[in-house]
């Protein structure tokens, strides 16, 4: 299999993940403070409605205009490829030290870096 498919695959996952969390993140965080402002403002039923809409439409926002253009510029594929890198190294040096935990880490990512290239 071509690894640049490979790596394009890793990486469209990787960036979905992280795109689903920081949807969810933003649209909890609205969430709680819509329950919040209308606890203590005892809105009533309408209002409450509009802020609950209000809140919605401003997380669809914070996703198109925030949270999707960070993901693109924080997660490049040249990136991600440097942070699996950076792992590897980090547990081949683990285990040249002889923790068992990092050891197993090690082979684990060691078969997974195999097992995509090959």
């Known amino acids: 299999m071509n690894p ?17 969390a920081g949807d969810v993140a933003i649209g909890i965080g609205l969430a709680g403070t819509c329950a919040w402002i209308i606890q203590s403002a005892a809105l009533g039923l309408f209002l409450s409605f509009l802020l ?18 960070t993901i693109r510029f ?27 935990l990092w050891q197993q880490l090690s082979q684990g990512i060691g078969r997974f870096v195999v097992s995509r290239v090959a």
């Open 74 to 100: 924080a997660l490049s594929d040249a990136k991600l490829d440097r942070g699996l890198e950076a792992l590897s190294a980090l547990a081949q040096s683990a285990k040249e030290a002889g923790a068992p």
């Open 52 to 69: 609950w809409i209000a809140a919605l439409l401003l997380s669809l926002a914070v996703s198109q205009y925030v949270v999707r253009p």
């Open 4 to 20: 640049y498919a490979i790596r394009a695959r890793r990486g469209i996952f990787v960036r979905t993940v992280a795109g689903i």
